[in-house]
C-alpha cells in the first residue's frame, strides 16, 4: 500500500491502525529476532535432548519468530556471507545488543560447513525436531551430509542451505514456445536453460512453481536446477575431477534438487538444445537422464536414500566415455567396427574409473553397477557380455530406460531428424521393448503419460496445443495448453486457454511430428 506523497511501501497491523513502517526495517527487525532466539536454541540443544521439553519450547519460540517471514514470503533463508547473516536477502545489522548471537550463529554455520538454514511455510514441530537432532551432531552430519540426512528423514520443510551466493539462475523459461520452436525446426530447441544475475542465497528453488493460469510458465516448465545441475556435471565429469579422489557426496548435492522436483510432482521435460559442443551435450545428457530416472524411481516409491543413489547411478551412468572419446572421431552412425568395440567398452572403463577415483562404499558399488548394466537387457543381450546368469539392479534397469528416452530425443544422426517425446515413447514400447524390463517401461509410461510434456498435439476440434503435464487418473487426457485455434490462427497470450486435464467431451486426435508444425501464421492459414 503507498499514499500520493510517499511511495514507500508499508504494513498494517493486525488491528489495522496503519501504522507506517518501511518494509526493509521490519524485514530487519525480523532478522534479529530469528538470529536471538536460533542462537538460544542451538545453546539450549547443547544440553537437551530434541524431545526434552526445555529444547522443544525453545524450538516453539524460534517458530513463532519466524511466523511473520513465512507468512509474508513464504520460506525465511538465514545464510551467512563472509561476516554478515541474510534474511531473505536482508542484511540483519550488527548492534551491540547481538553481537555475541550473530557471532555465535555464523561460527556454528562455519562449524557445519554450511551457508545457513531455509525453512518453508507448513513447517511443523516434528520436522523442527528431527532437523534440529541432526543439526546438533556436527561430527556426524556437517555440508552435503547433512542435507541428504535431512532429505532421507522427510524434512522437506527446514533444510540446511548448503551454499550461498549472490547468483541465480534465470526464472524459467516458456516451455509453450520451447516446444513450438522445437518442433517447428525439425526438433532443434533452442537453449531455454540459459541463466542471469540475480539475487538468491540458500538451497533449491526458493520461488513458487507457477501453474501457468496467470500467462507464466507451467508447472513442470520452470527449470532453474537444470542449469546448476549441467555445470555440476561439468565439474564432475571432466577428466581431470576423476584422476584424484572424487567423492559422492558432491555428485549427491547435484541431484538432491532433482529429486525435491520428483517428490513436488513437477512433469519432466527433456531439455533439448542446440549444444555442439561434445561436452556440454554430455552434462546436459547426463542431468536429462538423471531428471526422468529419478522421476520414475519416485513412482516407484523408492526413498530419498534411493532416490539419491539412483540419482548419483544416473548422472555418472557414462563417465566410461571419457576414457576412449579422443580415440573416436566418426559420428555414432558412421563408426567404424573398431570404433564400435572401443564405444562399448565405456561400461567397462566406467567401472574402473569409479574404482579409481572414489572411496569404496555402498553408493559407490551401486553406481559401479549402473555404469555396468546400464546396456544390458534383460534377456542378457547388450553389452558388456555377462553371464546368463546375472541379475541386473534395479537402478541400473531405471537408468537404461531414462538413457533410451533421453538418447532418442537428443541424439542427432544422418538418419533423421530429433524425435519427439511421443515417438521416443512409442519406439520403446514397438521396435525397442524387448531391451528393457516390462516394470521399467511401465513407470515410464505411468510418469510421462502417452503424450509426454512438452509434445506438441492436435485436438479433435484442429486446435494445435502443447501437454504440460500427464493426468494419472487418465494417461490419454493430459494437462494441455492451446495455442492455435481451430481456424489455425495462432493465440494472443491473452486467448491462450489451459486445459488441465482435457476435458471428457474433447481428446487428442494425434501427436505432431517437426515436418506438420506450421513455423509462421501465414502458413497456418
Known sequence: MTTP?????VSRSAGGSGERKPVNTQARDSGLMVLTRLSAVIRVGRSYQADNLVFVQQIETFLRALGAVLEQDGEGVLVALDTDLFLNGTRVPMRGSNVRFHQHVIEEFRRRQISGIKVTAGVTLEEMKIFFRLFMQPDLYSG????????????DHVMPAVHASTYAPESGFDLASAAMNRQASGGAMADPFSSQTG???GFGDSDAVSDGSDGSPPKGAVRKNFSAAVAGARSLLVTTSL????ELRHAKRVVQPLVDGAFASEPVVVGLSTLTNHDEYTYAHAVNVTLVAVTMGHFLEMDRRALADL?????????GKSAMSSQIQHPI???????????????????????????LNPTTLRCMKVCLEHHVGPDGTGYPALERSWHTSMLSRIVAVADCFVSL??????????VTPFEALGMMLGPLKARFHPATLWALVQTMGFYPPSQLVELDDGSIAVVLAPT????????????????????????????????ADRSVKRALRGAEYPEDESAAA
Open 472 to 503: 494419472a487418473a487418465d494417461l490419454a487426457r493430459p494437462s494441455v495448453r492451446v495455442l492455435i485455434g481451430p481456424s489455425g490462427r495462432r493465440l494472443t497470450p491473452e486467448e491462450v486457454v489451459d486445459l488441465k486435464p482435457i476435458p
Open 144 to 155: 552435503p551430509d547433512l542435507l541428504s540426512e535431512c532429505l532421507a528423514q522427510g524434512t
Open 409 to 418: 530425443q537428443m541424439h542427432r544422426s544422418l538418419r533423421g531428424a530429433y
Open 243 to 246: 584422476h584424484e579422489g572424487m
Open 311 to 319: 540419482g548419483v547411478g544416473a548422472l555418472l551412468h557414462d563417465v
Open 199 to 201: 539475487a538468491d542465497a
Open 5 to 9: 506523497d510517499d511511495p514507500r511501501p
Open 333 to 359: 552412425d558412421q563408426f567404424t567396427p573398431e570404433e564400435e568395440a572401443l564405444a562399448q567398452r565405456h561400461a567397462v572403463e566406467g567401472v574402473k574409473i569409479l574404482a579409481r577415483s572414489t572411496k
